[in-house]
């Protein structure tokens, strides 16, 4: 599976951003998908994430109430919404998928990665 992030970019505090991530390669739609970040001097955090159906959703108590996950299977495109962003939100932000069985929230559990995409906010 090939993983092809884009959408960051530089937004003022409150802003929007769309994150997406086009998936090749192996079947997408059976597939879980996450989105991780990290900002510098950090490790990898947990975002979100979403069944390979669509049915089940996970996403950090950071993010909750602003950031959702989604997907389209057809277009093999998962997608962040990300609405009142903040100052600590800014990071690199990842895609990853797993072919696996339950929906992880561990980036141990992801066999691919995409190569991810700035997502600055200023204050």
């Known amino acids: 599976v090939q993983l092809q992030a884009s959408g960051g970019g530089l937004v003022q505090t409150g802003g929007s951003l769309r994150l997406s991530c086009a998936a090749s390669?192996?079947?997408?739609?059976?597939?879980?998908m996450g989105w991780f970040r990290q900002a510098p001097g950090k490790g990898r955090e947990f975002v979100a994430a979403?069944?390979?159906?669509?049915?089940?959703?996970y996403d950090a108590a950071s993010v909750r109430g602003r950031f959702t996950i989604h997907r389209d299977n057809a277009k093999n495109t998962v997608y962040l919404q990300m609405n009142s962003l903040k100052p600590e939100d800014t990071a690199v932000y990842y895609c990853?998928?797993?072919?696996?069985?339950?929906?992880?929230?561990?980036?141990?559990?992801?066999?691919?990665w995409g190569q991810g995409t700035q997502v600055t906010v200023s204050s």
């Open positions: 990853a998928a797993d072919q696996g069985g339950n929906l992880p929230v561990s980036r141990y559990e992801y066999d691919y």
């Open positions: 390669g192996r079947t997408f739609s059976r597939g879980h």
């Open positions: 979403i069944s390979w159906s669509g049915a089940v959703r």
